[in-house]
């Protein structure tokens, strides 16, 4: 991929947005509009969000000059369009406007130049037919707000060529989003052909009198971890784009009640009134009323979509949760949420609200059914959309990359929609992660990080861990700290370096996750540190047993006593992180580091950690027979003669880890 300048249509919410993202990504970008008062509101709105950066001690304000530089703001179709690698369009979601638009840009386009739409439903091949290169016609479907957002869907039109959305996808990661490709041109794409239809019906619910909205909203908020409801999000969403979605496909209800807001100007947030009242902010939805309505009954629909969207060869089931997840902020995915529930328990709700309501939407998948028939129900049956077998762990919350070549593995804890927080989930998964990677021989050293650029990881996942009534009880709490005590126990057992790349947010547990590392490489802009005081907790992961090792007593108290977050520079200084790194230059830092660790005598590099981290809790003459012993087996490897040899041919040794 060689990308060099980019083009956006349209300065709007969207379009400012993603021109930010681009050059932030150091791309060169053009944002073009029809009026000057457009351009100079979309200016206004990139200025705001980078000063808004710079106050967070996000990024400098040189950064952010630098960025600005780079976006260029023009009425004139050609000068945006001319010699750029890609076109992004983001003008108003009109069929007929968009046509148009890509008439007038191929005019001056290169013909190497790729055409991209961030439509949210039309369709990217009839766009693309429109045009003189349909196969290198794609959708690339940001989500509002772009900068903060990190999912793109990336749309294969019917002409789009393979090569395209490699593109896309390569595009995508290279600006620090997450692509999930939409093999196939489907209304809605992924997540608003579930999203829409969940947020109508449950309207419909309420229209129909089967519960109040606020019944609703608090069972999916306080029982589920949404968050927010779906009646407050169709407000947050704004309801006349509901409405126009009710018109335009077919996948959603049709619903009198949303009529009537829409023809009544009562929009939501946006007009301070939909179904709640926002004049005084955000609506108080009561806790006690969770529970009072059947949330299965929006659920159910939801995974029957996914089943469908499986069958169509549109997205599989982990592709479909990782995009529900990043662009609704759902706590789990559909796929997931109808393993759990159990798969019979989904079709049977699907199957009881198609007789109910005969929306086309809730005619049961037959891919549901025949997983059912298959006695493919979930998790209870050891198999449904995912795979739960004896002895297999199937990793929802993390994903484990490999490098095969320079014998590196990253563990990335995969939860942005909530920080990175931990989960027990997603503890066991860590573990098990790193049970099977020191087993592996190719692999000897491990990276963890989290996924996105906002969060290593915010810490534990109270939001989900509070919906158990009883959590705070001394005997689950005293659970809960044990197990994660356990889990980053093996880290600081782990026969091989571990290196935390900091790359956000690393508070609670997520701080004291990274102080269970080897080593810290923290981005300029993170925030590191244990704020649990501040909810009348205290760490409860090891934190008040590392960090005074780490930085001493007196600042391990400042810490922990004031719930302090400090940024990377104070972090360095005060030797918490081994290096505070410059955000372009972080993941280049990283990876020197593993390559060098990973370069070193494997059997040696074990003893060395063994040593230091055994030996640190015991008093120094027991400390050193450890050492002793340590270098005893450092002695009888053959990689010491390795060693010995290279020193004197003047050579780079190469290690065996024998």
């Given at each position: 991929?060689?990308?060099?300048?980019?083009?956006?249509?349209?300065?709007?919410?969207?379009?400012?947005?993603?021109?930010?993202?681009?050059?932030?990504?150091?791309?060169?970008?053009?944002?073009?509009?029809?009026?000057?008062?457009?351009?100079?509101?979309?200016?206004?709105?990139?200025?705001?969000?980078?000063?808004?950066?710079?106050?967070?001690?996000?990024?400098?304000?040189?950064?952010?000059?630098?960025?600005?530089?780079?976006?260029?703001?023009?009425?004139?179709?050609?000068?945006?369009?001319?010699?750029?690698?890609?076109?992004?369009?983001?003008?108003?979601?009109?069929?007929?406007?968009?046509?148009?638009?890509?008439?007038?840009?191929?005019?001056?386009?290169?013909?190497?130049?790729?055409?991209?739409?961030?439509?949210?439903?039309?369709?990217?091949?009839?766009?693309?037919?429109?045009?003189?290169?349909?196969?290198?016609?794609?959708?690339?479907?940001?989500?509002?707000?772009?900068?903060?957002?990190?999912?793109?869907?990336?749309?294969?039109?019917?002409?789009?060529?393979?090569?395209?959305?490699?593109f896309g996808v390569e595009f995508v990661k290279s600006i620090g989003k997450v692509p999930v490709v939409v093999k196939k041109d489907v209304a809605g794409f992924i997540v608003n052909r579930i999203l829409v239809p969940y947020l109508v019906?449950?309207?419909?619910?309420?229209?129909?009198?089967?519960?109040?909205?606020?019944?609703?909203?608090?069972?999916?908020?306080?029982?589920?971890?949404?968050?927010?409801?779906?009646?407050?999000?169709?407000?947050?969403?704004?309801?006349?784009?509901?409405?126009?979605?009710?018109?335009?496909?077919?996948?959603?209800?049709?619903?009198?009640?949303?009529?009537?807001?829409?023809?009544?100007?009562?929009?939501?947030?946006?007009?301070?009134?939909?179904?709640?009242?926002?004049?005084?902010?955000?609506?108080?939805?009561?806790?006690?009323?969770?529970?009072?309505?059947?949330?299965?009954?929006?659920?159910?629909?939801?995974?029957?979509?996914?089943?469908?969207?499986?069958?169509?060869?549109?997205?599989?089931?982990?592709?479909?949760?990782?995009?529900?997840?990043?662009?609704?902020?759902?706590?789990?995915?559909?796929?997931?949420?109808?393993?759990?529930?159990?798969?019979?328990?989904?079709?049977?709700?699907?199957?009881?609200?198609?007789?109910?309501?005969?929306?086309?939407?809730?005619?049961?998948?037959?891919?549901?059914?025949?997983?059912?028939?298959?006695?493919?129900?979930?998790?209870?049956?050891?198999?449904?959309?995912?795979?739960?077998?004896?002895?297999?762990?199937?990793?929802?919350?993390?994903?484990?990359?490999?490098?095969?070549?320079?014998?590196?593995?990253?563990?990335?804890?995969?939860?942005?929609?909530?920080?990175?927080?931990?989960?027990?989930?997603?503890?066991?998964?860590?573990?098990?992660?790193?049970?099977?990677?020191?087993?592996?021989?190719?692999?000897?050293?491990?990276?963890?990080?989290?996924?996105?650029?906002?969060?290593?990881?915010?810490?534990?996942?109270?939001?989900?861990?509070?919906?158990?009534?009883?959590?705070?009880?001394?005997?689950?709490?005293?659970?809960?700290?044990?197990?994660?005590?356990?889990?980053?126990?093996?880290?600081?057992?782990?026969?091989?370096?571990?290196?935390?790349?900091?790359?956000?947010?690393?508070?609670?547990?997520?701080?004291?996750?990274?102080?269970?590392?080897?080593?810290?490489?923290?981005?300029?802009?993170?925030?590191?540190?244990?704020?649990?005081?501040?909810?009348?907790?205290?760490?409860?992961?090891?934190?008040?047993?590392?960090?005074?090792?780490?930085?001493?007593?007196?600042?391990?108290?400042?810490?922990?006593?004031?719930?302090?977050?400090?940024?990377?520079?104070?972090?360095?200084?005060?030797?918490?992180?081994?290096?505070?790194?410059?955000?372009?230059?972080?993941?280049?830092?990283?990876?020197?580091?593993?390559?060098?660790?990973?370069?070193?005598?494997?059997?040696?590099?074990?003893?060395?950690?063994?040593?230091?981290?055994?030996?640190?809790?015991?008093?120094?003459?027991?400390?050193?027979?450890?050492?002793?012993?340590?270098?005893?087996?450092?002695?009888?490897?053959?990689?010491?003669?390795?060693?010995?040899?290279?020193?004197?041919?003047?050579?780079?040794?190469?290690?065996?880890?024998?």
């Open positions: 991929m060689n990308v060099k300048k980019v083009c956006v249509l349209g300065a709007g919410a969207m379009g400012s947005g993603i021109a930010q993202v681009c050059a932030t990504a150091g791309y060169e970008v053009w944002v073009r509009d029809i009026k000057q008062e457009f351009l100079d509101r979309g200016k206004a709105a990139i200025e705001k969000n980078l000063q808004r950066a710079v106050s967070k001690g996000k990024m400098t304000e040189e950064k952010a000059k630098e960025i600005l530089s780079r976006i260029h703001f023009t009425l004139d179709m050609e000068e945006a369009v001319k010699d750029a690698d890609l076109v992004i369009e983001a003008v108003p979601e009109i069929m007929d406007l968009k046509k148009q638009v890509f008439a007038e840009v191929q005019k001056y386009a290169k013909p190497e130049c790729i055409f991209a739409s961030n439509t949210s439903g039309l369709s990217i091949t009839e766009l693309g037919n429109s045009t003189d290169r349909p196969e290198k016609f794609l959708g690339l479907h940001f989500f509002n707000p772009p900068p903060v957002m990190a999912l793109v869907e990336v749309i294969k039109g019917e002409k789009t060529s393979d090569e395209t959305i490699k019906l449950a309207i419909d619910d309420v229209e129909k009198g089967v519960a109040t909205k606020e019944e609703i909203d608090a069972t999916m908020m306080y029982k589920y971890g949404f968050p927010m409801g779906p009646i407050e999000l169709s407000d947050f969403v704004g309801l006349d784009i509901l409405y126009h979605a009710s018109q335009q496909w077919d996948i959603v209800p049709q619903s009198k009640l949303l009529e009537e807001k829409f023809k009544a100007n009562e929009l939501g947030m946006k007009t301070g009134k939909g179904f709640y009242d926002w004049s005084a902010g955000r609506p108080k939805i009561p806790q006690e009323l969770a529970g009072k309505y059947d949330a299965i009954r929006l659920i159910a629909p939801m995974v029957n979509i996914a089943a469908d969207l499986i069958a169509m060869d549109v997205a599989d089931a982990k592709d479909i949760d990782t995009a529900m997840k990043l662009g609704t902020n759902m706590p789990k995915g559909p796929c997931e949420l109808g393993d759990e529930i159990g798969l019979d328990v989904i079709l049977a709700k699907v199957e009881e609200l198609y007789k109910e309501k005969g929306f086309e939407i809730l005619k049961p998948s037959e891919y549901l059914k025949k997983m059912v028939s298959e006695g493919k129900l979930g998790e209870k049956s050891g198999e449904g959309f995912y795979s739960y077998g004896k002895g297999e762990m199937t990793f929802k919350n993390i994903e484990i990359e490999k490098d095969a070549e320079n014998k590196i593995a990253k563990i990335i804890i995969n939860r942005p929609q909530r920080l990175n927080a931990l989960s027990l989930d997603t503890l066991d998964e860590i573990f098990e992660a790193l049970r099977m990677l020191e087993k592996d021989d190719d692999v000897r050293v491990v990276v963890i990080t989290g996924a996105g650029d906002k969060a290593f990881s915010a810490g534990f996942d109270l939001q989900t861990a509070m919906q158990a009534p009883d959590f705070l009880a001394p005997a689950n709490s005293m659970m809960v700290s044990a197990k994660g005590q356990w889990v980053f126990t093996q880290i600081e057992r782990f026969p091989k370096p571990v290196i935390a790349a900091i790359n956000g947010y690393a508070f609670g547990g997520g701080c004291e996750l990274a102080l269970a590392c080897d080593f810290r490489i923290m981005k300029r802009g993170a925030k590191i540190g244990l704020t649990e005081v501040s909810l009348a907790l205290i760490p409860g992961w090891g934190g008040t047993q590392r960090l005074p090792k780490i930085v001493g007593m007196t600042k391990a108290k400042e810490m922990i006593m004031l719930a302090k977050r400090i940024d990377a520079d104070e972090a360095e200084r005060i030797g918490l992180v081994n290096k505070a790194v410059d955000p372009e230059k972080f993941e280049e830092e990283v990876m020197a580091l593993a390559k060098e660790l990973a370069a070193g005598p494997p059997v040696s590099l074990r003893a060395a950690k063994y040593a230091i981290n055994f030996g640190a809790e015991l008093p120094a003459e027991i400390g050193q027979y450890i050492e002793a012993g340590m270098f005893a087996v450092a002695t009888s490897t053959q990689d010491v003669m390795e060693g010995v040899s290279a020193f004197f041919q003047r050579r780079k040794p190469e290690f065996k880890g024998k």
